[in-house]
């Protein structure tokens, strides 16, 4: 009798040990730090935000890119804000935004961040589309942005004066123009000066003797839509996503993504996925060049 009740007391208190590490086991692993943060990095539990700030070039690519990620992953937001190249790098750098976008090249004061490229794009002189000029020589491109010449008809136009369009500053497509043309931006003359790309296409959309640069890639989407713009030739190569495909646009640029420090979780899974072939007809629709095609 004795020998039972020892043996029915031994499983019993076995059991509870058991259940009790078993318990134990559970809560620490729960509790344990970076656990959350490794179960982000699995695809089926992906959730949270991503705040995404900085050039009006990548935005409505990212956003696109965002809004597929967010069907495969429904408990992932992505917030995609413009601003500018140079807000992209500074709020990420200042932990405001847990993604820069920023659509150059990249600094060596910002070598500190980690930038993964997306795409590729160039940058386009546009003009409207019922202005008789064709082209412009760099020399011609450089006389009107300097106010050296102040008339379409000097480079064969209407007799109108010009209405040079630049870009404020903080944007990358103002240093990509600035860098091909040699020029400083103290230099240009301008008389409206605008943000993001689609004020640039609007007021030469509405204005037949204005003058721009912007993304060739929005350019190109805009004409697609009815917008009255044309794209110039620049350096004698037509200005269009398949020219910067090939690499014979002279004024071309890389699309980067960047993070504060290297990337884990969802931040990582978003970036794996936005460099990968699953997007690329995305980047296409949006007309820009993928990295690998």
């Known amino acids: 009798m004795q020998s039972s009740t020892c043996i029915h007391f031994c499983v019993s208190l076995k059991w509870r040990t058991s259940a009790f590490l078993v318990s134990f086991l559970i809560v620490a692993t729960l509790e344990a730090p970076g656990t959350a943060t490794a179960q982000t990095t699995t695809t089926d539990h992906l959730s949270g935000k991503l705040v995404i700030t900085g050039a009006s070039t990548l935005a409505p690519l990212i956003a696109e890119i965002g809004k597929r990620f967010e069907s495969l992953h429904p408990k992932v937001r992505v917030d995609v804000q413009t ?16 993604i820069g976008m920023v659509s150059r090249m990249m600094k060596d004061e910002e070598k500190d961040l980690h930038a993964f490229q997306v795409a590729r794009d160039g940058v386009g002189i546009i003009v409207h589309k019922e202005n ?13 942005y300097t106010g050296k010449i102040t008339n379409w008809k000097e480079v064969g136009g209407k007799d109108a004066p010009f209405t040079v369009v630049n870009k404020a500053e903080g944007r990358s497509t103002l240093e990509v123009f600035l860098h091909y043309f040699k020029l400083k931006n103290s230099d240009v003359k301008a008389q409206v000066v605008i943000g993001d790309n689609e004020q ?32 110039l030739s620049v350096g004698g190569v037509a200005a269009s996503t398949e020219t910067v495909r090939n690499g014979t646009f002279p004024i071309s640029r890389p699309l980067h993504i960047v993070t504060r420090t290297p990337p884990v979780g969802l931040i990582k899974a978003f970036i794996e996925y936005a460099q990968s072939k699953a997007v690329h007809d995305i980047i296409k629709q949006q007309y820009f060049v993928p990295l690998v095609d």
């Open 83 to 98: 601003g500018g190249s140079s807000r992209g790098a500074a709020d990420t750098r200042q932990g405001l935004a847990d």
């Open 132 to 144: 008789p000029v064709q082209a412009l020589t760099d020399d011609q491109v450089v006389a009107i």
């Open 200 to 231: 640039g296409v609007k007021t030469v959309a509405g204005n037949r003797h204005a003058i721009g640069y912007v993304s060739i890639g929005t350019a190109e989407y805009d004409e697609s839509q009815g917008v009255p713009i044309k794209l």
